[in-house]
């Protein structure tokens, strides 16, 4: 078996850049979740690197956060973090990561495709999220949907147009400059 020695470099650098950014937060009334750089962090992740490495570095940010580092949003830690009111956003960010890095690897030259990858991996995320929150706070649909999606609609838009405008050129150079690291472990 061949290790891809950049490839293990960049899920470590996403990991950490999701380590960094997951805990700037602005806190919001509960039940809501607080408004956080995580999907952003997963958004760069999945589009640099891929479905499957950008998966492994949300479980080594994930479990760095369940041993105890506060690396979640405001800057908590613990399983009970993940298991809790809000856990079902945490676990939607590997569908993120999939849905983006799947159409962005399919859909290479077109930066459309990325940003139709975010939002539908985003989606994915409001869904699980979602239900998980309005099942765990025995909230209504309309509850739960105005706690835990309408308040961050316009945050995680921004977030996507941030994320494409950089990862598209970004990724793109990466190709150029290092086209094994690129698409090893994609296919």
């Known amino acids: 078996m061949k290790t891809n020695i950049p490839k293990i470099t960049f899920t470590a650098l996403m990991a950490a850049l999701l380590c960094i950014l997951?805990?700037?937060?602005?806190?919001?009334?509960?039940?809501?979740?607080?408004?956080?750089?995580?999907?952003?962090?997963v958004y760069i992740s999945a589009c640099i690197i891929g479905p499957w490495y950008s998966c492994a570095a949300i479980l080594i940010y994930m479990l760095l956060g369940i041993v105890g580092l506060p690396v979640f949003s405001k800057?908590?830690?613990?399983?009970?973090?993940?298991?809790?009111?809000?856990g079902g956003y945490m676990l939607g960010y590997f569908l993120?990561?999939?849905?983006?890095?799947?159409?962005?690897?399919?859909?290479?030259?077109?930066?459309?495709?990325?940003?139709?990858?975010m939002v539908s991996g985003t989606l994915l995320c409001y869904t699980v999220g979602t239900i998980w929150l309005g099942v765990s706070m025995h909230l209504s649909a309309g509850a739960a949907l105005a706690a835990g999606v309408t308040p961050f609609l316009i945050g995680d838009a921004i977030k996507i147009a941030a994320a494409a405008a950089i990862c598209y050129p970004v990724r793109r150079q990466l190709i150029r400059l290092l086209p094994a690291a690129a698409s090893a472990g994609e296919r």
């Open 22 to 41: 997951a805990p700037i937060s602005i806190p919001l009334p509960e039940p809501m979740p607080a408004i956080t750089l995580a999907t952003f962090a």
């Open 75 to 86: 800057a908590q830690s613990g399983l009970q973090v993940v298991v809790g009111p809000t």
């Open 96 to 117: 993120i990561a999939v849905a983006t890095g799947l159409l962005v690897r399919r859909f290479e030259k077109n930066i459309y495709m990325h940003v139709i990858g």
